[in-house]
């Protein structure tokens, strides 16, 4: 399983960004995928995750601001984040796995490199 993260780059307080997860030896419609971010010097923070490619969870102090969404047909996984944050600035990771839980706990074996999201002026 191999999944790669896009779309992080340098962004203003108030604007937005997509994420990008592209996954090679695993079909995002047959397992949970999810999006977490970290901070150094503090835990990986679970943002969302979305079920089969249909059934969305977002983190009840980002909803509203940040959304999941899955592309089927290119297996694809996005995280959409709007109103951006100082205190959002991390590095955001794609992880995905068939195991549901494993997901959910952020204990999965499959995660990308990271893609550095920073909120600044």
């Known amino acids: 399983v191999q999944l790669v993260e896009s779309g992080g780059g340098k962004v203003q307080p108030g604007g937005s960004l997509r994420l990008a997860c592209t996954a090679s030896?695993?079909?995002?419609?047959?397992?949970?995928a999810g999006w977490f971010r970290q901070v150094p010097g503090k835990e990986r923070e679970r943002i969302s995750y979305?079920?089969?490619?249909?059934?969305?969870y977002t983190s009840h102090s980002l909803q509203g601001r940040f959304t999941i969404s899955c592309d089927n047909a290119k297996n694809m996984v996005y995280l959409q984040m709007d109103s951006l944050k100082p205190e959002d600035t991390a590095t955001y990771f794609c992880?995905?796995?068939?195991?549901?839980?494993?997901?959910?706990?952020?204990?999965?074996?499959?995660w990308g490199q990271g893609t550095q999201v920073t909120v600044s002026s």
């Open positions: 030896g695993i079909t995002f419609a047959d397992s949970m």
């Open positions: 992880t995905a796995d068939p195991n549901g839980w494993a997901v959910m706990s952020g204990v999965s074996q499959h």
């Open positions: 979305i079920d089969g490619c249909k059934d969305p």
